[in-house]
């Protein structure tokens, strides 16, 4: 795919369907937390093991909270395993990761790779900030080719008409990691808009799974 695949009459800024007291996304809530609460449960050893690792191999917090945008373009806190030195870590999100970057831990590395770093956020689909799948939340900042990405794609901010997901459509084909150009982020725009308007629990259910070989994907995550 090329940049001029995507129009802004593909999709709309507003996506019908997706008013969050409708019968369906109130299923979807209820299914996300019980989900969360499941899954929170079943790693809670791995979570364990992993913050007491990220602990004692840098100085510095267990956990990265950084304010991303939620649903209806709402702040929101979303909490991942710290991956980077403290003093190269950005809440901003204005720098993103890069191969081969020197603000992230020996750990850290595998922590990103194998997408371990993003457990802690069942926490917060079990508050209610996330859904287990939908479109990742983005730093309020993101440039790409120096460019505001808000600037780039006029119907950006269309994804963020739901909570944003632990994983979505786009990580399970292979649009995860940094978005380094155009072509990336108006792919990965693209997969977004596409679940909101095909989202069912049988899709979510079908990416959850897929989710499984996201690790092993040979893809720009760094």
Same mark, same amino acid.
């Given at each position: 795919?090329?940049?001029?695949?995507?129009?802004?009459?593909?999709?709309?800024? &507003?996506?019908?369907?997706?008013?969050?007291?409708?019968?369906?996304?109130?299923?979807?809530?209820?299914?996300?937390?019980?989900?969360?609460?499941?899954?929170?449960?079943?790693?809670?050893?791995?979570?364990?093991?992993?913050?007491?690792?990220?602990?004692?191999?840098?100085? #510095?917090?267990?956990?990265?909270?950084?304010?991303?945008?939620?649903?209806?373009? =709402?702040?929101?806190?979303?909490?991942?395993?710290?991956?980077?030195?403290?003093?190269?870590? =950005?809440?901003?999100?204005?720098?993103?990761?890069?191969?081969? =970057?020197?603000?992230? &831990?020996?750990?850290?590395?595998?922590?990103?790779? /194998?997408?371990?770093?993003?457990?802690?956020?069942?926490?917060?689909?079990?508050?209610?900030?996330?859904?287990?799948?939908?479109?990742?939340? $983005?730093?309020?900042?993101?440039?790409?080719?120096?460019?505001?990405?808000?600037?780039?794609?006029?119907?950006?901010?269309?994804?963020?008409?739901?909570?944003?997901?632990? /994983?979505?459509?786009?990580?399970?084909?292979?649009?995860? #990691?940094?978005?380094?150009?155009?072509?990336?982020?108006?792919?990965?725009? $693209?997969? =977004?808009?596409?679940?909101?308007?095909?989202?069912?629990?049988?899709?979510?259910?079908?990416?959850?799974?897929?989710?499984?070989?996201?690790?092993?994907?040979?893809?720009?995550?760094?």
């Amino acid at each position: 795919m090329t940049v001029s695949d995507f129009s802004s009459e593909q999709f709309p800024a &507003t996506i019908p369907g997706t008013d969050a007291t409708t019968p369906s996304w109130r299923i979807k809530a209820a299914v996300d937390r019980i989900g969360a609460l499941i899954l929170l449960l079943t790693f809670a050893p791995l979570l364990i093991i992993t913050a007491v690792c990220v602990k004692f191999t840098s100085p #510095g917090p267990v956990f990265f909270r950084q304010p991303r945008y939620g649903a209806g373009r =709402d702040v929101i806190t979303v909490t991942k395993f710290r991956t980077m030195f403290v003093e190269g870590t =950005d809440l901003s999100g204005r720098r993103q990761a890069t191969r081969d =970057d020197d603000r992230i &831990t020996p750990l850290g590395r595998i922590l990103r790779k /194998t997408c371990l770093d993003e457990l802690p956020q069942l926490w917060d689909v079990l508050c209610g900030r996330m859904s287990l799948v939908g479109p990742r939340p $983005h730093a309020l900042v993101l440039e790409v080719e120096g460019r505001d990405i808000e600037d780039m794609i006029p119907y950006y901010h269309a994804r963020h008409q739901i909570r944003p997901g632990v /994983t979505g459509l786009a990580q399970t084909n292979g649009n995860r #990691g940094p978005i380094d150009d155009a072509e990336t982020a108006f792919e990965r725009v $693209h997969y =977004d808009l596409d679940y909101i308007q095909n989202q069912s629990l049988v899709l979510d259910a079908w990416i959850l799974i897929k989710t499984l070989a996201v690790p092993f994907q040979k893809d720009g995550s760094y």
